[in-house]
């Protein structure tokens, strides 16, 4: 669930970059407050449609247009990180451990 939520959050920041109509920054900031009631409904039959349909009657005039700031790894270059061993295996194709020195060109 939680990279459904990070997932989502990288739309609300990717919709923050560009001009779109308040109505959409309203329904997108509703779906993001309530995605977790949101997702414990399966897609099949537009229960989830369904859902967010009486979800949006009740609230979206409500809903604010601000979409909200996230505290994303990417907003700091300190916190990138660097992977410089990779070790597969056994399973598969790999009979024995591989370690990779992705250091290395």
């Known amino acids: 669930m939680a990279s459904v939520v990070a997932e989502y959050q990288?739309?609300?920041e990717s919709l923050a970059t560009?001009?779109?109509d308040g109505e959409i920054l309203r329904m997108?900031?509703?779906v993001y407050s309530n995605i977790f009631h949101l997702a414990q409904v399966g897609a099949s039959r537009r229960a989830?449609?369904?859902r967010?349909?009486?979800i949006a009657i009740e609230n979206l005039e409500n809903t604010s247009t601000e979409i909200p700031v996230f505290n994303t790894m990417n907003a700091d270059?300190?916190?990138i990180v660097h992977l410089h061993e990779l070790s597969v295996g056994p399973f598969r194709g790999?009979?024995?451990q591989e370690v990779f020195d992705l250091r290395a060109r």
């Open 48 to 50: 989830r449609s369904t």
């Open 77 to 79: 270059a300190n916190n």
């Open 94 to 96: 790999f009979t024995n």
């Open 28 to 30: 997108a900031n509703l």
């Open 10 to 12: 990288r739309f609300l």
């Open 52 to 54: 967010l349909a009486s």
């Open 18 to 20: 560009r001009p779109v």
